[in-house]
């Protein structure tokens, strides 16, 4: 029987009752009919519409561009069979064009126009329609970033300096080619193998005009890594391209740039020779630069704080370079001033951040809400880096900022550029066919470089190779690439055996971290508090790295094969191998949880991990979460005082962006789901470093690979402009 209803306010409310629309799109769609003047039903569906799109992570709802124009189908808003046909019959009959130009509560602007002040609760402009605030934030960021990738003036003595330190920092080190060199076997130690490897090594990209013969003569004859080094003269650096010399480059010319790359592509390595190489700059003249290093989540931060330490300590540069290199990082909450209860932040236009370089790692997570607060909290002079990779899943809430403008990556550099980067580097794009003859389409494209080389994963890694072939939506050469036989993956066809197998295998995994708390005990030679604050600090350090060496992660919150089905059952089996003593009580030794809300009073942030354990230095032993904070330290909290948290044997893919583990597992449903895309797949596999274990259906796996993520924005088309 199809469903008969009178008007789009009755299909509003249907919908609503069927929680299809979440209450807040029924009550906003209720406010705009309440306040239209000429078209109030249709404007309640299209209120309607516009918000629940908005919560999908859609900044827009992206109208037909053909000649009329016409409301998406009501598939949108996952509505099928013979209720949608009556409600596309409904849609279909109304003008929209005119329903639009004549609406009260709606603002119409031509290609060229911009909004300067909030005059109705709804924008149209180039078939697209906003919610007012998100066209501001998306107005407002392309403004910004396109005046922040206008180049900056070098003079000619300054250019030679940079240039001769970035030939510093990115020397070649040819140690990595001995040893690849040294570890062929001697059925592969030929010419053409040699070759090869050299090529790889020192990213060499136009092989005709180098002697082989001569190259191969000084390689064969090596003894020590120093006598490689006639490799100079033999493959000299216009024949090559070092895409990290290239990328820090682009960011000495700009105010504003990006760094994309996937796992292992050295994006943190990068970023820390270019911050050398910006300090030197400024040190030429004069100036001590103000840095700061940020990322959207405790764990990201913590990460990056981590990786750039090591990587400042290996800077081959004078010692006053590296200390005006911060090794610390912070959450953007923490660097925007969170104020408890409020959406504003204490930094912004009227009081903006103090510093001259900010350097944003993980800008994939980052929304278009949060992006205009941090460019609106900019300094005019700051210059800012983004980190990340484009490939991986947008932000959970609205907009793919990121990937909207890595959008322009696919084209070449302008010819000026290239002659800058080539004056800098010694490299030309033009070999690798990344210089546009013509005008580019956007000047954004000159502020942008993807790392082409994963230095974590080469040719003998099978998460490599899988992570590659999903890249491409390619779900036949993924399912090759398991006939491989690499010893770094492992794929168990989803059944009850492997779902069982798969609980088992985590529960010796996690037997790790649980063996360290059961083992713990205060020695009596402890007895001052100094001291035992000390072996407590140093037992929460431990305990919460092993714990993060390996993680269950799922596609899905619910059910059997979500975060919250499997985390009851890897405790069950935790708790009957007696490795955790859980009673009725929620709180037992060894509880992992995840805060999934920021507390900016107690300093925790969602997707922060902590463990549950004796607080030994109180006067009597009681229990509290600890968590390591991103400047190293150790924080602890009550129970009782926890923000918001769940149990964390598992975790979402999502949750699991900013993090990285040593052996990852990844279950998905039995079922495929629009969830299920290619960048879900591709994030969740490279969160492994060294192992990788995949649970799955075949069917739904593939169809995964092949289902893109689509966001409407009208960020990208703004930025071409």
């Not at 992570?57 to 998406?72: T, Y």
């Not at 180039?126 to 180049?151: D, G, S």
């Not at 120093?226 to 216009?238: C, N, R």
């Not at 470089?449 to 899988?466: E, H, M, N, P, T």
Request: charged residues 20%.
């Amino acid at each position: 029987m199809v469903m008969v209803l009178k008007n789009f306010s009755e299909w509003v409310t249907y919908l609503a009752e069927k929680s299809v629309l979440r209450p807040l799109d029924f009550q906003f769609a209720k406010f705009i009919s309440s306040i239209e003047q000429q078209h109030r039903d249709p404007l309640m569906w299209l209120a309607a519409v516009t918000s629940y799109q908005l919560g999908q992570g859609h900044i827009c709802v992206n109208l037909d561009a053909d000649e009329q124009v016409s409301l998406p189908m009501p598939s949108l808003i996952g509505l099928y069979g013979e209720a949608a046909e009556s409600l596309e019959c409904m849609v279909n009959q109304v003008d929209w064009q005119k329903v639009m130009t004549e609406a009260s509560t709606v603002t119409c602007l031509s290609p060229n126009d911009m909004m300067t002040s909030a005059v109705t609760p709804l924008v149209w402009q180039q078939n697209r329609l906003y919610l007012q605030r998100y066209y501001y934030f998306e107005q407002t960021i392309a403004t910004r970033l396109h005046a922040m990738a206008e180049p900056i003036s070098i003079e000619r003595d300054a250019l030679q300096s940079v240039a001769e330190m970035l030939d510093r920092l990115f020397s070649r080190e040819y140690h990595y080619l001995y040893s690849a060199l040294s570890a062929l076997p001697a059925e592969q130690n030929n010419q053409v193998m040699r070759q090869q490897v050299i090529c790889d090594f020192l990213d060499v990209v136009k092989v005709e005009p180098i002697d082989w013969l001569y190259v191969d003569d000084i390689v064969t004859q090596a003894t020590n890594v120093k006598a490689l080094q006639g490799l100079d003269d033999a493959v000299p650096l216009s024949l090559c391209l070092n895409w990290q010399k290239v990328a820090a480059a682009v960011a000495l010319t700009r105010r504003f740039a990006v760094i994309s790359g996937g796992p292992g592509t050295g994006k943190t390595t990068t970023v820390t020779k270019l911050l050398a190489a910006m300090v030197h700059q400024a040190n030429q003249a004069g100036e001590s630069p103000s840095i700061k290093l940020v990322a959207p989540t405790g764990k990201a931060a913590a990460r990056l704080t981590e990786s750039i330490g090591k990587a400042v300590d290996s800077l081959t540069v004078e010692p006053e370079i590296k200390q005006q290199i911060p090794t610390e990082s912070s959450t953007l909450h923490r660097l925007l001033g969170a104020i408890p209860g409020r959406v504003e932040f204490r930094h912004n236009k009227a009081n903006p951040l103090h510093l001259d370089v900010l350097v944003l790692d993980e800008a994939s997570m980052v929304d278009l809400p949060m992006m205009h607060r941090l460019l609106d909290a900019l300094p005019a002079h700051a210059r800012l880096i983004l980190l990340g990779d484009k490939d991986q899943l947008a932000s959970v809430e609205a907009g793919a900022v990121l990937s909207d403008i890595c959008d322009f990556a696919q084209f070449g550099y302008s010819s000026q550029q290239n002659d800058l980067i080539q004056a800098l580097t010694q490299f030309d794009c033009r070999l690798a066919g990344k210089v546009e003859s013509s005008k580019s389409a956007s000047a954004l494209v000159d502020s942008l470089c993807v790392l082409q080389k994963s230095y974590r994963f080469d040719a003998r890694s099978g998460i490599g190779q899988l992570a590659k072939q999903v890249n491409l939506a390619n779900s036949y050469g993924f399912d090759q690439v398991w006939n491989k036989a690499f010893d770094d993956i492992e794929w168990l066809a989803l059944s009850a055996d492997s779902y069982q197998q798969l609980v088992d295998k985590l529960v010796r995994t996690y037997k790790e971290y649980l063996a360290l708390l059961l083992r713990s005990n205060p020695q009596e030679e402890l007895q001052s508090a100094e001291a035992l604050s000390h072996w407590q600090q140093r037992l929460a350090r431990e305990v919460l790295s092993s714990f993060a060496q390996s993680r269950l992660l799922c596609a899905v919150r619910e059910g059997d094969f979500g975060v919250s089905g499997l985390n009851q059952r890897i405790e069950k089996r935790l708790k009957q191998r007696g490795l955790i003593s859980r009673g009725d009580e929620a709180w037992y030794i060894g509880r992992p949880v995840m805060v999934t809300r920021n507390d900016h009073g107690l300093g925790l942030f969602n997707g922060d991990i902590g463990i549950c354990m004796w607080d030994y230095c109180a006067e009597t032993p009681r229990l509290k979460v600890f968590f390591e904070l991103p400047d190293g330290s150790i924080k602890s909290v009550l129970p009782s005082r926890m923000p918001e948290h769940e149990t964390a044997y598992a975790m979402t893919i999502h949750k699991s962006q900013g993090s990285e583990f040593s052996h990852t597992f990844m279950i998905l449903p039995t079922d495929f789901s629009p969830l299920l895309t290619k960048e879900l797949i591709y994030t969740g596999i490279t969160r492994a470093k060294k192992q990788f274990t995949l649970v799955a259906d075949q069917r739904v796996v593939n169809r995964g690979i092949r289902h893109k993520t689509l966001r409407h924005s009208g960020l990208a088309k703004r930025l071409a402009n």
